[in-house]
């Protein structure tokens, strides 16, 4: 129902009951479009590498996370102080990203460099 109809279907109402209706129909939009952005994910292992791309609040956007990378010195050793990258809000940016991260774990085994293209492309294609 488009807005001018249910403002027409509220006309005869009390200021309070037509607020109300209003409200309750934006808050019922905004939680289909916050559900719908929220609604991506993607856990797989590809060639002994695990990769999990999801919605995550902390972040508020979608990540990919390599639980397999060890954080500490051996992670700073080898160029990589984390297992997250922050993607974007976007769901269609967050499959593009689990993709090519799948697509580059399948040809390297070596999760430190796949975390580091991963990294690069992702701020190549996120907002």
Known sequence: MAIGDELKAVEG????????????????????????????????????????????????????????????????????????IRIDTNPETAALVADYARKIAKGEPDVYKVYKRVETFTREVSE
């Open 13 to 84: 109402e009390s200021v309070d009951t037509r607020e109300a209706i209003l409200t309750s129909t934006e808050k019922a939009r905004m939680e289909n479009a916050d559900k719908a952005m929220k609604s991506f994910s993607r856990n797989e292992t590809v060639n002994g590498i695990e990769i999990s791309v999801g919605w995550n609040d902390g972040y508020r956007g979608y990540t990919i996370y390599f639980p397999d990378i060890v954080i500490g010195d051996e992670g700073r050793e080898k160029g990589v102080a984390d297992q997250v």
